[in-house]
């Protein structure tokens, strides 16, 4: 819960144009106004370069302010390159920028050149920091370029802070954290240089009259949980959590973006944002451990909670509202015993709130969409299917992420016409006659696809080993309009040649390498898993649907992770990143494609299904089924058919299970 201020006598701002008074900012700095106020005022200094300016004079006016200038040792500079894997030469220590005379102003005159990087103009800054918008030259790569704000050219401090920051940056590699690449001085200005991002952060994304939906909120509260949960287990806390502190890409992506204040727990800490830091934190001795982060965090769900849309929510969207209200209350709690005690705890209940949520909407638009399907969508889509192991602990008391467990969803039982669609133009041969296909009885598939956490689980307990291991030449690499841009034995499920993450759905996996991961997963849980058939992954795709695409055309973007929107990125993102379709399916369409269990016939469809519900007999290729993160529109079309031998490995190709009955 937000706390109550401590001096009442502090006056609301004006609701104007105008800037907040003295007194206001003040108490937003030491933290004693209200959560709505403090929200109004923050709002405003967020875009009013005054403001800012008047906050940046009162921290300077404070004690300590006025310490000499002491340098910073070459070994500072160093350490913190090498673990942004430069490999140029140290340069020497800079000394105080001599060159800007205006310290209040901006540090680089824009445009400029600053070593090999063209600088264009200042994008953003906080109190100790300036980022710019620049570009690689040689490599013509756009990037954020940060140097230590003019006012703090020549404070230690602040020099000392900026040195941590590179070098923890430097140590990371998480879709949700900020990525370094380069780390140097040049003309008296120490920077570092980090992966652009484009998007807004989450201020501006769930700004006043947003209309952000719950599901968003909640998507952004997973992501966010993931990066610090990275942060953490490599020994970091971040220190800094707020709302302009990450950032939401147009892919739905979440970063967290300023770790200048991250350090080792109970080391001591000076500095933060003042209404959200934790107590221990704002106290004199600062010394904190992930906590602090959780307390935080949970200052950012209840600004998230305030700003999600209400005016038309569900009583299911309202119920988890409420629900999040009290996990903001008990992360916020002042003693830190009494709070979570890991991300991982928050995160669990992140996603319970989420299948809550899943389930009272799947079980609306059953009735309202599906008609025959209503009784069984109604009765409860999602299952979770595990081995009853919820409550394996780390070391440090917290919740270990459940990567062992398997979200299912009930496909329930109804029939379609499989194939390609009327008036498709661009239908493929093998995609007809489109046939009609019947299924009795309901059966279930996997939510997600399986993720590199959960086949890295079954390595763990098997040692098996992949055939792009086996084999020692590895796997290809896709290119941006090809499946086979670059082949290595290097490259495995374990460097599938883009950054691994447990939440990325597992690839460079062959069809041998997936049915072994169901026979193990069904001897662990007592289930038969399996690869879904190529008929149940069309009518699962399709979930109900009968136009060429499973989701409006104007809207592919929101439900598919596809060579539209990719840029530069050419890898999977993590898994649910996109809407999921009506059956509560994520990455149908796009992210990777997935091996189904048939083999692959060109004239397959010309067997009526009841004769082959399996597939034919035998073969000389597996069949692949879904577009992928380089396909485009004729890949993504719920008909499409792909295929590749049983033993290629891919890094755009994955798999889902399966598991129920087969007609």
């Not at 106020?37 to 967020?46: A, G, R």
């Not at 949520?357 to 969508?377: E, H, I, N, P």
């Not at 939510?447 to 590895?474: H, L, M, P, W």
């Amino acid at each position: 819960m937000d706390s109550q201020p401590s001096n009442s006598a502090v006056q609301a701002p004006v609701a104007s144009p105008a800037c907040p008074d003295d007194a206001s900012l003040t108490a937003m700095a030491e933290g004693e106004l209200p959560a709505g106020l403090f929200e109004t005022v923050c709002d405003h200094v967020e875009w009013c370069s005054a403001c800012q300016a008047r906050l940046a004079l009162m921290a300077e006016s404070g004690p300590g302010s006025t310490r000499p200038w002491a340098g910073i040792a070459e070994t500072a500079l160093d350490t913190a390159r090498r673990e942004i894997d430069s490999q140029a030469a140290v340069p020497p220590a800079p000394e105080p920028c001599a060159s800007h005379e205006n310290l209040a102003g901006p540090v680089l005159k824009t445009p400029c050149q600053l070593g090999p990087y063209e600088v264009s103009e200042l994008i953003g800054h906080g109190g100790m920091g300036e980022v710019y918008r620049a570009r690689h030259n040689r490599l013509n790569r756009p990037v954020a370029l940060k140097v230590i704000r003019g006012r703090r050219q020549a404070d230690p401090a602040a020099h000392e802070r900026f040195l941590r920051e590179m070098a923890v940056a430097g140590q990371l590699d998480h879709p949700n954290l900020v990525r370094a690449h380069d780390a140097w001085e040049a003309d008296g200005c120490l920077y570092f240089i980090m992966e652009w991002i484009d998007g807004n952060t989450l201020r501006q994304e769930f700004r006043p009259g947003g209309r952000r939906a719950v599901r968003d909120l909640l998507d952004c509260m997973e992501q966010a949980c993931a990066g610090l949960d990275h942060l953490h287990r490599l020994g970091f806390v971040h220190c800094d959590l707020k709302p302009s502190n990450l950032m939401r890409q147009p892919d739905g992506t979440v970063k967290l973006i300023d770790i200048g204040l991250a350090r080792a727990p109970q080391a001591a800490v000076t500095g933060g944002t003042p209404g959200y830091m934790a107590p221990e934190q704002a106290e004199e001795t600062g010394t904190v451990d992930a906590r602090a982060d959780i307390f935080a965090l949970g200052r950012l769900l209840g600004f998230l909670v305030r700003r999600a849309e209400t005016a038309s929510a569900t009583p299911s969207e309202r119920q988890c509202l409420d629900r999040l209200t009290a996990m903001a209350g008990r992360m916020t709690e002042a003693e830190p015993d009494r709070r979570y005690q890991a991300i991982a705890d928050v995160a669990l209940d992140i996603r319970r709130a989420a299948k809550a949520l899943a389930r009272g909407s799947s079980a609306r638009t059953g009735w309202l969409a599906w008609g025959a399907f209503a009784t069984v969508a109604a009765a409860g889509i999602l299952l979770w299917i595990g081995t009853g192991r919820n409550d394996v602990r780390e070391p440090d008391g917290g919740l270990k992420a459940p990567v062992h467990e398997m979200l299912m969803a009930t496909i329930p039982a109804g029939e379609f016409q499989m194939g390609a669609v009327a008036g498709d133009p661009n239908a493929l041969p093998d995609e007809s006659p489109a046939r009609h296909v019947a299924f009795r009885q309901p059966f279930a598939m996997g939510v997600n696809e399986v993720t590199v956490a959960q086949f890295k689980e079954f390595v763990d307990a098997t040692g098996y080993r992949t055939d792009a291991e086996i084999s020692g030449k590895g796997g290809w690499k896709a290119g941006i309009a090809t499946s086979y841009g670059e082949r290595s034995p290097e490259y495995s499920w374990r460097n599938p040649g883009y950054p691994l993450a447990d939440n990325l759905p597992v690839t460079m996996v062959s069809h041998n390498d997936a049915v072994a991961f169901c026979a193990w997963l069904s001897k662990r849980d007592g289930k038969s898993y399996r690869l879904p058939t190529e008929a149940e992954w069309e009518y699962a795709c399709r979930a109900g649907t009968t136009a060429i695409y499973p989701y409006p055309e104007d809207k592919r973007s929101d439900y598919s992770w596809n060579g539209y929107v990719i840029g530069e990125n050419l890898s999977p993102r993590p898994v649910g990143s996109r809407r999921s379709n009506a059956w509560m399916l994520n990455d149908m369409m796009g992210n990777v494609r997935e091996w189904c269990a048939d083999w692959y016939d060109a004239k397959g469809y010309q067997t009526p299904f009841e004769k082959a519900p399996l597939g034919p007999e035998r073969g000389a290729q597996r069949v692949v089924r879904g577009g992928c993160f380089i396909d485009k529109d004729r890949k993504l079309r719920s008909s499409n058919r792909n295929f590749n031998p049983p033993d290629q490995v891919l890094n755009n190709n994955g798999f889902r299970v399966a598991v129920g009955p087969l007609d």
